[in-house]
């Protein structure tokens, strides 16, 4: 049961970094349709009733404590929206009820070799991912190629938000960067490397909060492992490929923006000047900031959170979806943070930041402790992976979807497992 839970997970995650909303909207029909990562949640389930010990041993961590508080109270608010929005209510439950994942991976990686082998189940991804950033980007984005769908699916098959692209960029980009601390050997560096500035410029063209999640990611991993000379040339190398494509004046067409260095400038600049920033750039970060306002403002209000079901537009009046018919309904606050305050309130979004605090504090510990190198280069991954995720998700409801919460939620459940197998060798270094 605990093989097939595992396999399973591979599997939802290889087809969640790859073919992302394609892969997610896989289904059984039905009046109330069940899909891939659900079906997942119950194997997990399953396995962890048979298996009491698996929650035993994931409870040792303060993360795994702070997270079934934090999924107790999005118990208590789901029940009354269940009665009064119906399926709409456990669909916005996701983003704390994927969190399951975690609890039950931190108690079924017993033995750091259960951990390496997730690692080198990675290995294989990692060039995969690097390969398929920028050419999906380049073919379906500015070509124009139509992929085709699943039956009974309203989009095609390989459909990626571009802001998970840029979380698995950072992703894959912090483990490269590892590897050789990780004792991990990765062949046709120089081709990686230039896959990896082609990446940055792709996902930097299309998408703002995946290519500060990817930047912020791979920053974070190298002021903590590298010395300064390290990480000049890194930059160095980053900085010639961009270079090389001004120069060559590189530049796709791809709809209202194009891929080229002149959009990734013009999409950074739109993350420091906000509303100032050009054309359609300003109005998607002004709407966004106006409804993240709105709820900030009327926080006193809705203290204890709306619970789930409603239309968060709708609760908080927000008056931009009726001025502009640009602006989609607004479900959730486009910010998983914030729909969390938002909907759970300030008892479930102060849950949330110690979740986290505590999380990243255990692997940072393990980063700064006379561990062996391997380990240290494995939380130094799940640190970057991680936080690229949490910075996504402040541009994009992100951590709501099985793309991005599943993934998520797995790098909590590693880090819980490998907090908890370290925590008696650090507190013997003390």
Same mark, same amino acid.
């Given at each position: 049961?605990?093989?097939?839970?595992?396999?399973?997970?591979?599997?939802?995650?290889?087809?969640?970094?790859?073919?992302?909303?394609?892969?997610?909207?896989?289904?059984?029909?039905?009046?109330?349709?069940?899909?891939?990562?659900?079906?997942?949640?119950?194997?997990?389930?399953?396995?962890?009733?048979?298996?009491?010990?698996?929650?035993?041993?994931?409870?040792?961590?303060?993360?795994?404590?702070?997270?079934?508080?934090?999924?107790?109270?999005?118990?208590?608010?789901?029940?009354?929206?269940?009665?009064?929005?119906?399926?709409?209510?456990?669909? !916005?439950?996701?983003?704390?009820?994927?969190?399951?994942?975690?609890?039950?991976?931190?108690?079924?990686?017993?033995?750091? !070799?259960?951990?390496?082998?997730?690692?080198?189940?990675?290995?294989?991804?990692?060039?995969?991912?690097?390969?398929?950033?920028?050419?999906?980007?380049?073919?379906?984005?500015?070509?124009?190629?139509?992929?085709?769908?699943?039956?009974?699916?309203?989009?095609?098959?390989?459909?990626?938000?571009?802001?998970?692209?840029?979380?698995?960029?950072?992703?894959?980009?912090?483990?490269?960067?590892?590897?050789?601390?990780?004792?991990?050997?990765?062949?046709?560096?120089?081709?990686?490397?230039?896959?990896?500035?082609?990446?940055?410029?792709?996902?930097?063209?299309?998408?703002?909060?995946?290519?500060?999640?990817?930047?912020?990611?791979?920053?974070?991993?190298?002021?903590?492992?590298?010395?300064?000379?390290?990480?000049?040339?890194?930059?160095?190398?980053?900085?010639?490929?961009?270079?090389?494509?001004?120069?060559?004046?590189?530049?796709?067409?791809?709809?209202?923006?194009?891929?080229?260095?002149?959009?990734?400038?013009?999409?950074?600049?739109?993350?420091?000047?906000?509303?100032?920033?050009?054309?359609?750039?300003?109005?998607?970060?002004?709407?966004?900031?106006?409804?993240?306002?709105?709820?900030?403002?009327?926080?006193?209000?809705?203290?204890?959170?709306?619970?789930?079901?409603?239309?968060?537009?709708?609760?908080? !009046?927000?008056?931009?979806?009726?001025?502009?018919?640009?602006?989609?309904?607004?479900?959730?606050?486009?910010?998983?943070?914030?729909?969390?305050?938002?909907?759970?309130?300030?008892?479930?979004?102060?849950?949330?930041?110690?979740?986290?605090?505590?999380?990243?504090?255990?692997?940072?510990?393990?980063?700064?402790?006379?561990?062996?190198?391997?380990?240290?280069?494995?939380?130094?991954?799940?640190?970057?992976?991680?936080?690229?995720?949490?910075?996504?998700?402040?541009?994009?409801?992100?951590?709501?979807?099985?793309?991005?919460?599943?993934?998520?939620?797995?790098?909590?459940?590693?880090?819980?497992?490998?907090?908890?197998?370290?925590?008696?060798?650090?507190?013997?270094?003390?």
């Amino acid at each position: 049961m605990v093989r097939l839970f595992k396999y399973y997970l591979i599997l939802l995650l290889i087809g969640y970094a790859t073919f992302n909303k394609g892969f997610a909207y896989i289904h059984i029909p039905g009046p109330i349709p069940i899909y891939l990562g659900e079906i997942g949640l119950f194997i997990g389930l399953l396995l962890a009733i048979a298996n009491l010990s698996i929650i035993y041993r994931s409870l040792n961590s303060y993360v795994s404590r702070i997270y079934i508080l934090f999924a107790l109270l999005g118990i208590i608010m789901l029940i009354p929206g269940i009665l009064k929005y119906g399926i709409d209510a456990v669909k !916005d439950s996701a983003i704390w009820y994927y969190g399951i994942y975690a609890l039950i991976l931190g108690g079924i990686f017993r033995t750091y !070799d259960d951990i390496y082998k997730f690692l080198n189940f990675y290995k294989s991804l990692v060039l995969v991912l690097l390969v398929f950033i920028p050419i999906y980007i380049f073919l379906v984005v500015y070509i124009g190629v139509k992929v085709p769908t699943f039956p009974n699916s309203p989009v095609p098959i390989i459909y990626p938000k571009f802001g998970d692209l840029g979380v698995h960029l950072g992703g894959a980009v912090c483990f490269v960067l590892l590897s050789s601390i990780l004792g991990i050997r990765i062949p046709f560096k120089p081709l990686i490397y230039l896959l990896i500035g082609l990446g940055f410029i792709s996902v930097g063209s299309i998408n703002r909060g995946g290519f500060v999640a990817a930047v912020f990611s791979t920053l974070l991993v190298s002021f903590l492992f590298f010395k300064p000379s390290k990480i000049v040339k890194v930059l160095v190398i980053t900085v010639f490929v961009v270079f090389l494509f001004y120069a060559l004046n590189i530049n796709f067409e791809a709809g209202v923006r194009s891929i080229s260095t002149q959009q990734l400038l013009l999409n950074i600049s739109s993350i420091v000047r906000g509303s100032e920033a050009p054309g359609e750039l300003a109005g998607t970060v002004y709407w966004r900031v106006m409804f993240w306002t709105t709820i900030l403002q009327n926080i006193k209000q809705h203290w204890l959170g709306v619970g789930f079901g409603p239309i968060l537009a709708y609760v908080y !009046d927000f008056p931009y979806i009726w001025e502009s018919p640009d602006v989609p309904i607004l479900r959730n606050a486009h910010n998983s943070h914030l729909t969390i305050l938002a909907r759970m309130g300030i008892p479930g979004f102060l849950l949330w930041i110690m979740m986290l605090f505590f999380y990243f504090s255990a692997l940072y510990r393990i980063i700064k402790a006379p561990l062996s190198p391997k380990l240290r280069g494995t939380a130094g991954w799940l640190i970057g992976y991680s936080s690229a995720s949490v910075i996504n998700a402040i541009f994009d409801p992100s951590l709501e979807s099985p793309m991005g919460g599943i993934w998520f939620w797995s790098l909590i459940g590693l880090g819980v497992a490998l907090s908890r197998l370290s925590t008696k060798r650090i507190n013997s270094w003390k």
